[in-house]
């Protein structure tokens, strides 16, 4: 807990209100100078000087973006992205058969970009990149969407925008708590004397805590690893269960040594999507169109050829191709955003209406700018998409 009379923050608080993990505030403690006392073992942090020390490098790093409006004729484009999420592979098919360069170089021949791919372990770590300039388009999951709106509050030269959806799973598939095969968990009280571990600050760790609230568990302790640490605590038996994504969660199950348990219902549907910051794509809007163009592409290619696909993304990964061929059936892969995903991301957001507008601009949160993709869409001679989101339930029609 806070430490009341001296205002202080425990490490904890403090990843949890930055969204950080905790590789990441040890850094900036080092690197970049983030004001903490130590008293005994312990570390703690002054939020009033926090809050000081987040004003100075929010100002200081996003102000790069007014240089990066102007395109000079070697551009850099950086594309962060997530090897180890299944419904982030389209990136791998973009990188994989040089879709954006080729969309670069279609739309303007004469001038010449490097593209450079940052492949990241978790969501938090790219929104990272993309307030301080060095990531320019992130696929993350959508608690790290949210947790870009939340910064934003404290970050007000931080703009995020979701510019487009990427794969989709409904009624909490894609994403489960899983259980060692033959453990010793034969009911849902027993999980309240394991320990369960978790991607910290993470589209897993919400649902953790959704699937906890929900059955009225308090475990001790909630471990925060890396996903591949998370699996293979399973298959080792050194917690109690993990909650996994996709491939991971296929993973556990193919080769016997876990059981993910029902559900269905608990954090809605688990989506993916593309962000980038307002002050560098408005100056760079042709950039994000023909990324965009690439990304439908990629869409259409897993869509109709699932197969090379599958050997691309193995490739590229280092999954089994059999897990990985079979993972990609169970994903929607759509860019497009209907009400149906509205109501899943307003369950991260306590609730609230309308936090996610096309037509709002400058309102100190999330922007979904559909017009880059409206664009994307029009140029490949798609179906055109309305200003307002797609009504109801995905539909089973038409595919972006």
């Known amino acids: 807990m806070m430490n009341d009379r001296l205002n202080l923050l425990s490490l904890q608080e403090a990843m949890d209100l930055l969204g950080i993990s905790r590789a990441t505030i040890d850094r900036w403690r080092k690197d970049k100078q983030l004001p903490h006392i130590k008293i005994g073992k312990e570390v703690w942090i002054d939020e009033q000087q926090l809050q000081g020390w987040i004003k100075q490098h ?21 594309i962060g992205y997530q090897s180890g999420a299944a419904l982030l592979w389209s990136p791998l098919i973009i990188k994989q058969l040089g879709l954006f360069e080729e969309e670069l170089k279609r739309m303007n021949p004469t001038k010449r970009y490097q593209v450079r791919y940052v492949n990241a372990p978790n969501g938090m770590e790219l929104v990272e990149e993309l307030i ?16 870009s709106r939340a910064l934003s509050q404290i970050l007000p030269r931080f703009q995020p925008q979701v510019i487009a959806f990427d794969g989709k799973t409904g009624s909490g598939g894609g994403i489960s708590l899983v259980v060692p095969t033959g453990g010793k968990v034969d009911h849902i009280e027993a999980l309240s004397s394991l320990s369960i571990s978790t991607v910290g600050n993470s589209s897993s760790s919400y649902r953790l805590k959704e699937w906890m609230k929900t059955y009225g568990l308090h475990s001790e302790p909630i471990v925060h690893r890396g996903m591949g640490d998370c699996l293979n605590g399973i298959i080792e038996g050194h917690v109690g269960a993990s909650m996994l994504w996709e491939p991971y969660l296929s993973w556990v199950q193919s080769i016997g040594a876990g059981v993910p348990l029902l559900s269905e219902g608990i954090g809605g549907d688990y989506l993916t999507g593309l962000v980038t910051d307002g002050n560098w794509s408005r100056g760079n809007q042709t950039i994000v169109i023909a990324y965009l163009k690439a990304h439908l592409r990629a869409h259409e290619f897993i869509r109709n050829d699932q197969q090379r696909a599958a050997e691309l993304i193995h490739k590229a990964s280092g999954f089994p191709l059999p897990l990985v061929a079979s993972v990609l059936t169970q994903i929607r892969w759509d860019a497009s955003i209907y009400s149906r995903d509205l109501q899943t991301l307003n369950r991260f957001n306590e609730g609230q209406s309308d936090w996610l507008s096309a037509h709002k601009k400058n309102n100190g949160g999330l922007e979904f700018n559909k017009l880059y993709l409206q664009e994307a869409v029009e140029a490949l001679k798609l179906p055109i998409l309305t200003d307002s989101p797609l009504p109801g339930e995905w539909s089973i029609d038409n595919f972006y």
């Open 58 to 78: 929010g100002v200081s790093e996003p102000q790069n973006h007014a240089a990066e409006a102007i395109v000079p004729d070697d551009t850099t484009i950086t």
């Open 132 to 147: 301080a300039g060095r990531v320019h388009i992130a696929s993350v999951g959508d608690y790290p969407i949210i947790a």
